[in-house]
């Protein structure tokens, strides 16, 4: 089973490139005005804005709520009758944090997100790895930690121990459906750079 990135309707003719590319130059626009007024919460809502246009982004791409099939890993033996989320690799919270480090968003926007069962993603929060475990060099150690088996949509396992960052990059470039938005997302927010 390969992906399946849903489509764009009632956006005026927008691709799902067009929509992430203007989610990236909304986050940036926001932050800007946010470092501009905001006093008293400005940490705070810098974050919120990051992680709300980040989880924005996966949901155009079919990687959250409703939409769950452009994941490119999922749980193995997964069960299409059972409940499933779209569980960030590297959690949302962590990826923040690394934007706040200078990983550039439109890079975060194409981390790795699963779909996995929801009872496999309630081990996270009974091992305390929610938001701790993980690791930037190798975004699925705590899925090992948890003993959660993933395979990508090609349906070849991966060894969670060892996937690596650069693996990851190397699926999204396999991809077509992915990697072709990637593209399109790169060229426009470079176009647009241009023109500001």
Not at 97 to 119: D, H, K, M, W
Not at 160 to 172: F, P, R
Not at 173 to 192: A, F
């Amino acid at each position: 089973m390969t992906i399946s990135i849903p489509g764009i309707r009632n956006k005026h003719g927008a691709t799902t490139a067009d929509v992430v590319a203007e989610q990236i130059a909304l986050c940036k626009a926001n932050l800007f005005t946010i470092e501009k007024v905001a006093f008293f919460r400005r940490p705070r809502e810098k974050r919120d804005e990051i992680n709300r246009r980040l989880r924005g982004c996966h949901d155009f791409m079919g990687m959250a709520g409703s939409r769950k099939f452009g994941c490119l890993y999922r749980e193995v033996g997964l069960n299409p009758e059972i409940p499933v989320v779209c569980e960030h690799a590297i959690p949302v919270s962590a990826m923040v944090s690394l934007y706040e480090a200078g990983i550039p968003f439109e890079e975060l926007v194409f981390f790795p997100v699963a779909r996995i069962a929801r009872t496999s993603d309630q081990k996270f929060g009974r091992l305390g790895l929610t938001k701790s475990g993980h690791d930037l060099e190798r975004p699925f150690l705590r899925y090992h930690t948890a003993g959660i088996e993933v395979e990508t949509h090609f349906g070849e396992k991966i060894s969670c121990k060892g996937w690596s960052i650069e693996d990851h990059w190397n699926l999204v470039d396999e991809t077509p459906e992915l990697s072709n938005i990637r593209q399109e997302v790169m060229d426009k927010l470079s176009v647009d750079q241009c023109t500001v």
